[in-house]
């Protein structure tokens, strides 16, 4: 049904790559693959990106996801629905929790792409954060290091609200 949209993201330890493959299985027939593995030739045969990554100490992107961006940067994204997905540590920092994701969006902003998914700060407890834009995330936010009983329902939550603005 989502043939259209590519689902990449960087993992170091599993939990981005954990919370990847449940994006996946609720929009069936969407793309999945890690950033190492990513071309960027190919990701003209997708009409929609969904970017995941993890924030490293105090703001950077998981290392495979950093070189990713290097080469997505240098492609032409025009016209491409994007939507984003982070994981963070609030408690251990709340100064740049999902730091990464606001990274990619900084990244991306004048790259002439359809941003879907900003999501609520609402219910969250950290005190900065890259990743918010005019009071809101710029995509999904999740913490499986202090709140992994919330990720299931913040993901499917997060999907219902956009899977109407995903090409399928």
Not at 67 to 92: C, H, P, R, S, Y
Not at 102 to 114: A, F, Q, R, S, T
Not at 131 to 158: C, I, M, T, Y
Request: contains cysteine.
């Amino acid at each position: 049904m989502y043939q259209s949209i590519l689902i990449i993201y960087g993992s170091s330890l599993g939990n981005t790559q954990f919370v990847a493959e449940k994006l996946q299985l609720l929009l069936p027939g969407a793309a999945l693959r890690e950033a190492s593995e990513v071309q960027p030739s190919e990701l003209q045969n997708y009409k929609a990106l969904i970017l995941g990554t993890s924030t490293w100490g105090v703001g950077l992107l998981q290392d495979e996801f950093e070189t990713f961006m290097d080469l997505l940067l240098l492609e032409d994204l025009k016209g491409k629905t994007v939507a984003l997905f982070g994981l963070g540590d609030q408690q251990n920092y709340p100064d740049s929790f999902c730091d990464g994701m606001g990274k990619i969006y900084e990244l991306l902003e004048n790259k002439d792409v359809h941003f879907v998914g900003a999501w609520p700060v609402d219910d969250y407890d950290f005190t900065t954060s890259k990743a918010v834009v005019d009071g809101q995330l710029v995509g999904l936010a999740l913490d499986e290091d202090n709140e992994p009983d919330l990720s299931d329902f913040r993901l499917k939550s997060w999907v219902q609200a956009i899977k109407d603005q995903l090409p399928t």
